[in-house]
């Protein structure tokens, strides 16, 4: 055990007197002729046998390096409540995290994928940003409430930057003086993201009294320096404001539950979550009168409290597109609506129909071709054979066989109100029909799917027979193309992903 070459024994031992220096240099003297000993090249094969127990057991070289990474685990779940855990750096992002799941699932990434932190018992979520740290916003939770992450898709995630003309209704916003009376596309965005100005959000919200079971309609202000209510009527005075909430130590989140939990006077509730609180008992609740003006107050808290960086996490995916800056933003679309344009195929070649006139006689030559299409379909060798046309459709991914009329609301809301996002589900108060439910104008529709017998053929219809499909599937690519009777096209389709 012990090594005569190894000098780290001295150091580690010290020059306190013990048996074992002792030993060691009568050892030495005895051998101080040695031609061995006197040979110096001869490296330690063992130095870590040389350490004293009072040492460290790992040298500096087997200690990890300053640079590395902490790994942790982080679970996932999805819409289905399957999950998935992943073992990730502690500083990784939201979108890294989205990312990360995109690539192991094989997934389309059309930019709208998001991590989303949802509260069970308490019934709030909300969307985590991109560019925010997942284990500091986990560190926050507490043993009380069980909080998870779920990986989906929201469509309204930077829907304001697309077209922010739709968001502030007139009676909610007020500009400075000195602002010209129409401002552009560019001119509110520039606006929101300055630094030096910005807009007042103003109008009534129905606020939760602290400890007590109670709510009160109070007039409230949002300004740079937070969110305040006025004492006395629609006063803006400062002597009538009183401070409510700021944002830099505290998250927003939605109400998934609407009324039920919380006992709120409306559906469209939202309240702030301090950092490291210590529960319920600390959450500041609001509630709005409709899903406009809950959707002005929460997109413009968020945009006052990340402001640029908002932006920024918005124009990551079109970094290398010219032409993207403050001052010019064009609104994008969505890989769906530049997947679907009107082609001729009569032709030797096939070609995109640039002329909206004639793409709309397609459209409609179309629609009557499958209007009279009957409810057969030809086999591998040509012949014609029954299709179940009540099975067809359970295949697709917009389709949610038994929801209800609730759930399918709460799924479109989590996916964002946009107009455009959809699903079809089976009707609870008919057994024989379907319902399709549809977001639009920040308000969810629902539309009647009847089935139409003719001649002995089966026909689904959404206008009372004028236009007919053979099943489902029919029915949503055409209203993919067409709006038709519904108020915009089909765009975005709510699916039930699984990890």
Not at 13 to 41: Q, W
Not at 84 to 97: H, K, N
Not at 297 to 310: D, E, F, S, V
Not at 479 to 493: D, T
Request: glycine share 6%.
């Amino acid at each position: 055990f012990l090594n005569p070459l190894c000098p780290r024994l001295w150091l580690d031992v010290g020059a306190g007197p013990s048996l074992l220096t002792s030993r060691f240099s009568g050892t030495r003297r005895k051998k101080k002729g040695d031609s061995i000993l006197e040979n110096p090249s001869i490296p330690n094969p063992f130095p870590e046998l040389c350490c004293s127990p009072f040492a460290s057991v790992l040298s500096s070289s087997l200690l990890p390096k300053a640079t590395s990474r902490k790994k942790q685990v982080l679970k996932v779940y999805s819409e289905d409540d399957t999950s998935r855990a992943l073992e990730v750096p502690s500083d990784i992002t939201a979108r890294d995290v989205c990312q990360l799941l995109i690539l192991k699932n094989h997934y389309v990434d059309d930019h709208s994928w998001t991590l989303f932190e949802q509260l069970t018992h308490t019934g709030l979520g909300r969307a985590i940003e991109d560019h925010e740290l997942v284990m500091e916003v986990q560190s926050n939770w507490v043993m009380e409430e069980e909080t998870k992450l779920y990986f989906r898709k929201n469509y309204a995630k930077y829907e304001f930057f697309k077209n922010p003309l739709s968001f502030f209704p007139d009676h909610m916003i007020s500009f400075p003086s000195e602002t010209n009376a129409a401002l552009s596309h560019s001119g509110i965005l520039q606006m929101f993201l300055s630094s030096s100005t910005y807009p007042e959000i103003h109008g009534y919200l129905h606020a939760k009294e602290q400890g007590k079971k109670s709510w009160k309609k109070l007039y409230f202000l949002l300004r740079r320096s937070g969110l305040y209510f006025s004492t006395k009527g629609t006063s803006k005075e400062p002597r009538h404001l009183q401070f409510f909430c700021e944002f830099s130590n505290s998250d927003m989140y939605m109400s998934l539950t609407g009324k039920k939990i919380s006992g709120a006077p409306t559906n469209y509730g939202f309240c702030f979550k301090p950092n490291k609180s210590g529960g319920t008992r600390d959450l500041k609740q609001l509630c709005a009168d409709d899903e406009q003006s809950r959707t002005c107050w929460m997109t413009a808290i968020r945009l006052l409290k990340y402001g640029m960086q908002l932006y920024q996490n918005y124009m990551q995916p079109y970094q290398g597109r010219s032409g993207c800056s403050p001052l010019n933003i064009t609104p994008m679309r969505s890989i769906s609506e530049n997947s679907l344009v009107a082609m001729d195929f009569s032709g030797h070649r096939s070609r995109i129909i640039e002329n909206p006139t004639e793409a709309l006689s397609v459209a409609v030559e179309e629609g009557l071709a499958w209007r009279r299409r009957g409810c057969l379909r030809l086999n591998s060798h040509g012949s014609p054979i029954a299709m179940s046309n009540m099975a067809i459709h359970r295949s697709q991914s917009w389709f949610h066989h038994k929801i209800s009329r609730e759930e399918a609301q709460r799924l479109i809301l989590q996916h964002g109100l946009v107009d455009g996002v959809f699903l079809v589900r089976d009707s609870q108060s008919n057994p024989k029909t379907f319902v399709l439910s549809l977001s639009h104008g920040l308000k969810i529709k629902h539309f009647q799917i009847v089935p139409l017998e003719d001649d002995g053929k089966l026909f689904y219809t959404l206008d009372d027979g004028h236009t007919r499909f053979t099943d489902l599937i029919q029915l949503v690519e055409f209203y993919q193309l067409n709006k038709g009777v519904l108020p915009c096209k089909l765009k975005h389709y709510c699916a039930r992903i699984a990890l």
